[in-house]
């Protein structure tokens, strides 16, 4: 599904610009709302101290200190870096009501929340795709 959104984002990157930057699979779920395959992402199981930037404009959206195991099977966090980082819109796709976050630069598809992450930590899971981040370690 294309992005429908009507809001303006202050970063607007051109088809040509984000087919050359991005891979096939970043490029179909950053940009037309796809999901990784559980499981299965680069990040999904990353240890490392850093900062989880939006892969299409570089956006830092989440650090690892507020990543957690959810168990999910996609990369989780309970807080994004900064609340102005990522953007919510609600998502009435696949018979199913959810929170959509979106890179509040960019307006790239990030992932899914749901009120179901730790409860002394807020409550809140963010679940992310790994293929719509970059990981910048901590040095
Ligand atoms: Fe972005």
């Known amino acids: 599904m294309k992005n429908k959104s009507k809001k303006t984002y202050p970063i607007q990157l051109s088809e040509d610009e984000l087919r050359a930057k991005l891979d096939p699979e970043s490029y179909h779920v950053l940009r037309e709302k796809g999901t990784e395959r559980p499981f299965t992402g680069t990040y999904y199981h990353n240890k490392e101290t850093g900062i989880y930037e939006c892969k299409a404009c570089g956006n830092e959206i989440f650090h690892s200190s507020k990543m957690y195991d959810s168990g999910c099977g996609w990369p989780s966090f309970t807080h994004p870096i900064r609340p102005d980082a990522i953007d919510v819109e609600m998502d009435y796709s696949h018979f199913m009501i959810r929170e959509e976050i979106l890179c509040a630069k ?14 002394d930590r807020g409550g809140i899971r963010y679940c992310i795709n790994s293929v719509s981040m970059d990981f910048k370690k901590d040095s």
């Not at 960019?106 to 929340?113: D, P, Q, T, V």
């Open 106 to 119: 960019c307006g790239s598809h990030l992932g899914h929340r749901f009120p179901d992450g730790p409860k």
